[in-house]
């Protein structure tokens, strides 16, 4: 069965520091995919990236960049130069099915950016 | 670009009590899914439908039902609510193309229910 898990359970920086917050899946499947969402305190889920199983090439956006290492099974992101606005919490997830079915979220990471 | 729009944003309830939540998917989406979220915890998947039609289910108790209606808009409904139904009810919507690339989930605001 698919499985997230993110150890991270809290963590805090000061500003302009660099954060990356961890994930390690589990899945028998060669193809999938896998997500990072943003929750702020407001309650909505915010869609950050989507990788499938198949790219493993990292992705830089803005102040976000991933890093997707098949080999250990896990997709980390990093936050540089992190900002009051990224605190929040942050789920990473992982879809085995093409038809966006399967859809399983890792436990979350609060990330707190104190000013 | 028209969202997901979930309906309503804040419910009370009494226990015992019924609530139903509705979900209107962005237009031309033919799946929905619904999840759970309850306090400090991630969102869990409740049942999703495809053209009208249950296609998965998760965690979703026996209390709980839902549908999808022909104008593809859902509607979850729950009874005899207890204290623990208290959570974050996410609607989410996808196109599916079977032959296409992976179908996004274009997740809705939420319904904050609070059950007393």
């Known amino acids: 069965a698919q499985k997230v898990t993110q150890a991270q359970t809290e963590i805090s920086v000061v500003e302009k520091e660099d954060v990356t917050l961890d994930c390690v899946y589990e899945?028998?499947?060669?193809?999938?995919?896998l997500f990072w969402y943003k929750q702020p305190p407001s309650g909505e889920l915010v869609f950050l990236i989507r990788?499938?199983?198949?790219?493993?090439q990292n992705e830089i956006s803005g102040r976000y960049s991933w890093n997707f290492q098949k080999s250990t099974s896990s997709f980390n992101f990093t936050i540089t130069a992190s900002q009051v606005v990224d605190s929040a919490v942050y789920f990473c997830?992982?879809?085995?099915?093409?038809?966006?079915?399967?859809?399983?979220f890792g436990p979350g990471t609060r990330l707190s950016v104190l000013p | 670009a028209a969202g997901v729009i979930q309906s309503p944003r804040h419910l009370i309830k009494e226990k015992r009590e019924t609530a139903t939540l509705k979900c209107y998917p962005i237009?031309?989406?033919?799946?929905v899914y619904w999840y759970q979220q309850g306090p400090g915890q991630d969102p869990q998947f409740l049942i999703s439908?495809?053209?009208?039609?249950?296609?998965d289910k998760g965690s979703i108790p026996d209390r709980f039902s839902a549908q999808q209606f022909s104008d593809y808009h859902s509607e979850l409904n729950m009874s005899s609510l207890e204290l623990g139904d208290s959570a974050l009810y996410f609607c989410?919507?996808?196109?599916?193309?079977?032959?296409?690339?992976?179908?996004?989930?274009?997740f809705g605001p939420g319904t904050r229910l609070t059950v007393l």
């Open positions: 989410a919507s996808s196109l599916v193309e079977r032959f296409g690339s992976y179908n996004e989930q274009f």
């Open positions: 899945t028998r499947d060669t193809t999938y995919y």
């Open positions: 990788r499938n199983s198949f790219d493993e």
């Open positions: 997830a992982l879809s085995e099915d093409n038809y966006g079915q399967n859809f399983v």
């Open positions: 237009p031309r989406h033919d799946t």
């Open positions: 439908f495809y053209e009208k039609m249950q296609s």
